[in-house]
């Protein structure tokens, strides 16, 4: 492993960690559904993010459940992150609307 592959890694676990870390602490401050699901997205883009980097070192096998060439869960959770941001977008616009 170089060093730029280190620093990728390093950046993406230390700021995606910051990231989920201020959702949770805005998710107990906030009850807005949009915003709750903002931060869900978050900590699904979290879990995506450790899952490639256990995949990447071998520490788990992302080949058991395929989808043609692809792992299912490499699928899921970008879909899933995706998902819960256009909810909370959505929820966003429409109470904007409302307004």
Do not use: C, H
């Not at 592959?5 to 676990?13: G, H, T």
């Amino acid at each position: 492993m170089d060093t730029g592959q280190i620093v990728f890694i390093s950046s993406r676990l230390i700021l995606g960690a910051a990231a989920t870390f201020l959702a949770i602490m805005l998710w107990a401050k906030m009850r807005d559904m949009a915003w709750m699901l903002m931060v869900i997205g978050t900590i699904v883009s979290y879990i995506e993010i450790i899952y490639s980097i256990l995949d990447l070192f071998g520490f788990i096998d992302a080949d058991f459940m395929l989808l043609g060439s692809v792992p299912w869960a490499a699928i899921l959770l970008p879909s899933i992150r995706m998902i819960f941001f256009i909810a909370a977008f959505y929820i966003m616009v429409i109470n904007r609307r409302r307004s």
